[in-house]
C-alpha cells in the first residue's frame, strides 16, 4: 500500500487524537521572542464563531502538538512553521482553526490555499475545514482537485482552496481562476507523503515560488527522513520548527515465546490449539503475504474459528469497516499482512501471533517490523504476549537473529500444553 493510501487509512479510522505523552522540541526562529504555548482554546482569543466550532467538535483542550503551533500560527505578523508529529496528532485541526482565522470573510477571492497528495486527502481536510468552520457560514471552501470542471476566467469567490497540486497550478496559470498573489496563508500537508511522487514535489515548489513573500507558509509532515526536510526547507523561509519527540517502544512488557513447528499445516494446527486462549483477549496475526493471509483466514473459519481478514485487495473503506469492527471488539482475532497494519493502533491487542516472522525485501530478519507488530500489544504498562512460529531452519535463525539484536529471551512454547498456555494467555 502506498504512503497516502495508508495515510488515508489511518484518517478514515481514527476516532480520537492519538494519546501522547511525549515531549515538544520547539525552535524557534526568533530565540528572543518569548516562547508562548496555550493550555485552552480560549487563550488564542479565536473569533467566538471559531471557538463554537471548536468546541462543536468535541476538542476540550489544544493537544501537544496544537498547544505550541497555534500561538505560532496565530501570531501577528505571521510566522511560518514547520511541523512534525505522528499521525493523528492534531496537525489537521491545528492549521484548519489557523486558516479560518485568517480569512477575512467580506473578500470575495482565495486568501488562504492548502495542498495536499491526493484527492481523497483533500477531500478529508476540507470535512475538518466545514466541520470547523460549521458556525462561520460567511466562509467559504472550494476544492482543486481533478473533475471538478472550471470555466476559464471565471473568478473563484471562495477564501479558502484546498486541492492537489496539478489542479492547483491550473487554477492559478492555465484557467487564472485564482490570484496567487492574494494568498495570504499557505498550507502544505503530508509533506512525506508529497515528495514521495517526484511531480509533485516539483509541482509544490512551482506553487510556493508564485506566492507573495509575506504569504504565510506553514508544512506539515508525520515523519521527518532528510529527504522531507530538504524540501520542507525549500518551501518554508526562516520557519519555526516544532517536532513531537517519538515515544520509545520497549518490549519490556512484553513476553515472546516461539513455537516449534514443521511447515505451513503444522503452523495452523499449532493456530487452532491455542485460538481458544487467545481469544481471551484480542489478537492480530501477522502473515508474510497476501495469499498466506488468505489461506490462514479460510482454514480457521472452515474449523469454526470466527476470525476477520484485513488484505490489500480491499478497498480503503472495505479496510476501514474491518479495523472499525475490530475495534470495537465486535472480531477478536485479525489475520492481515504486514503493509496493511503499519500504523494502526488498536490499544486493546494483547496477543501479536508472527504466522511468519517479520522479513525485509531482501530476506533478513526486519528488526524493526517485528518491534512495530509486537510494540502494539504492552502499551501503557499492560502486558503483552507475543507468538513466533517457526517452521524452519532459516526461521529458526532468523528468530534467533530477533533475540540477539533486542537482546531479550524468547521462550519455547509447547502448544499442546493446553495449561501452560492458560497460564500465559491470563
Ligand atoms: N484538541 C483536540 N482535542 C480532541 N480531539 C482532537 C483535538 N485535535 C484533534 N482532535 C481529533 O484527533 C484526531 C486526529 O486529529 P488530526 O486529524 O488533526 O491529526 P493529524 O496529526 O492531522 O493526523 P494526520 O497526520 O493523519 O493528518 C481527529 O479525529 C481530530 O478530530
Not at 489511518?10 to 496555550?38: F, G, H
Not at 496539478?166 to 498550507?187: A, C, E, N, Y
Not at 502544505?188 to 507523503?193: C, S
Request: proline fraction near 4%; hydrophobic fraction near 40%.
Amino acid at each position: 500500500m502506498d504512503r497516502a493510501a495508508q495515510s488515508l487509512l489511518n484518517k478514515l479510522i481514527r476516532s480520537n487524537l492519538v494519546n501522547n505523552t511525549n515531549q515538544v522540541e520547539v525552535l524557534q526562529r526568533d530565540p528572543n521572542s518569548p516562547l508562548y504555548s496555550v493550555k485552552t482554546f480560549e487563550e488564542l482569543r479565536l473569533k467566538p464563531q471559531l471557538l463554537q466550532g471548536v468546541y462543536g467538535m468535541g476538542f476540550n483542550r489544544p493537544s501537544k502538538i496544537q498547544e505550541n503551533a497555534l500561538p505560532m500560527m496565530l501570531a501577528e505578523p505571521p510566522q511560518n512553521l514547520i511541523a512534525q508529529s505522528q499521525s493523528g496528532t492534531g496537525k489537521t485541526a491545528a492549521f484548519v482553526l489557523a486558516m479560518l482565522s485568517h480569512v477575512n470573510p467580506t473578500n470575495k477571492w482565495t486568501q488562504c490555499l492548502c495542498i495536499s497528495p491526493t484527492y481523497e486527502l483533500a477531500l478529508q481536510t476540507g470535512k475538518v475545514v466545514e466541520q470547523m468552520g460549521r458556525f462561520y457560514p460567511e466562509v467559504k471552501l472550494a476544492y482543486a482537485v481533478r473533475g471538478n470542471k472550471m470555466e476559464r476566467g471565471s473568478k473563484i469567490q471562495e477564501q479558502i482552496v484546498i486541492g492537489t497540486p496539478g489542479t492547483v497550478l491550473d487554477w492559478f496559470l492555465k484557467l487564472k481562476l485564482m490570484d496567487p498573489k492574494k494568498i495570504r496563508v499557505f498550507v502544505l500537508d503530508e509533506a512525506d507523503v508529497m515528495i514521495a511522487t517526484q511531480g509533485h514535489q516539483d509541482q509544490s515548489i512551482r506553487i510556493q515560488r508564485m506566492l507573495p513573500k509575506d504569504c504565510q507558509m506553514l508544512l506539515f509532515s508525520a515523519t521527518f527522513e532528510d529527504s522531507v526536510w530538504k524540501f520542507a526547507e525549500r518551501i518554508v523561509p526562516d520557519p519555526n520548527v516544532i517536532k513531537l519527540k517519538r515515544e520509545e517502544e520497549t518490549l519490556d512488557t512484553i513476553k515472546q515465546y516461539y513455537v516449534l513447528c514443521n511447515n505451513k499445516e503444522d503452523k495452523f494446527s499449532a493456530l487452532c490449539n491455542i485460538y481458544g486462549a487467545i481469544t481471551i483477549a484480542q489478537a492480530m496475526i501477522f502473515c508474510h503475504t497476501r495469499k498466506i493471509a488468505s489461506w490462514l483466514a479460510g482454514q480457521m473459519s472452515k474449523e469454526g474459528h470466527q476470525v476477520a481478514l484485513l488484505s490489500g485487495e480491499m478497498v480503503i473503506e472495505q479496510r476501514a469497516a474491518v479495523i472499525e469492527r475490530f475495534r470495537e471488539g465486535k472480531e477478536k482475532v485479525l489475520i492481515t499482512t504486514n503493509v496493511c497494519a503499519r500504523g494502526i493502533d488498536v490499544e486493546q491487542v494483547s496477543v501479536v501471533i508472527n504466522f511468519d516472522l517479520p522479513l525485509d525485501k531482501d530476506g533478513n530478519p526486519d528488526n524493526e517490523t517485528y518491534l512495530h507488530r509486537i510494540g502494539r500489544t504492552g502499551r501503557f504498562g499492560k502486558r503483552g504476549l507475543a507468538i513466533n512460529m517457526v517452521d524452519s531452519d532459516h526461521s529458526m535463525d532468523v528468530l534467533k537473529a530477533i533475540e540477539k539484536h533486542f537482546n531479550k529471551k524468547i521462550l519455547k512454547l509447547d502448544t499442546d500444553d493446553l495449561d501452560e498456555i492458560e497460564k500465559i494467555a491470563n
